[in-house]
């Protein structure tokens, strides 16, 4: 995750982007991984080093290119936004259980976390999910995903796929930003 990222989440506490290393160590500035989280919506962004195609539960083979994905959910249970470090968990090998379909992907030798965006208190979860698929280039492989994330909900998906990560992560950031100051 660049610097830049980190100084500019400061700015909007409505709008936090945290980086994985932060949440591993318990030093992430909304007690993500200290399990101290408030609830919201989170987008985990991830590098997709090389192409690859998964199993995901029901939804049979996904496939991604070589980039990024992103993907967006919500936590407004007892743990609230602590469900992002398991999903960080998952990407990092520590944890093997794949129950949301996002940990099939997420722990994938060939994908990474690169960073979450979060947006605290925030209730915007298919909100962003559709704002992110209309506003990412929707690729075959985009289309190949849908229903991906969407099994309690109308979205068409979840889940956005693009050319590199750090375009993804200032789409997810931007889109973000303009929900929460709605």
């Known amino acids: 995750m660049r610097d830049a990222d980190a100084v500019a989440a400061t700015d909007d506490p409505r709008l936090v982007v945290v980086d994985p290393a932060a949440i591993a160590g318990g030093t992430d500035p909304l007690g993500i991984g200290e399990g101290t989280a408030p609830p919201g919506t989170y987008v985990l962004v991830y590098s997709v080093a090389a192409p690859l195609t998964a199993e995901v539960g029901a939804l049979g083979s996904v496939t991604f290119d070589a980039g990024a994905c992103a993907y967006v959910g919500s936590a407004f249970g007892s743990n609230g936004l602590g469900r992002v470090d398991r999903h960080r968990r998952v990407a990092a090998g520590e944890h093997d259980v794949q129950h949301w379909h996002v940990?099939?992907?997420g722990s994938h030798?060939?994908?990474?976390?690169?960073?979450?965006?979060?947006?605290p208190h925030a209730a915007v979860?298919?909100?962003?999910?559709t704002e992110l698929r209309a506003s990412v280039d929707a690729s075959a492989a985009t289309a190949s995903l849908d229903g991906f994330g969407a099994s309690d909900c109308t979205c068409v998906s979840h889940i956005v796929a693009a050319s590199d990560a750090g375009t993804l992560r200032s789409t997810v950031r931007e889109a973000v930003a303009r929900l929460v100051r709605e």
């Open 103 to 105: 940990d099939y992907v």
């Open 125 to 129: 979860e298919c909100r962003l999910a």
């Open 109 to 119: 030798p060939n994908v990474s976390l690169d960073a979450v965006v979060v947006a």
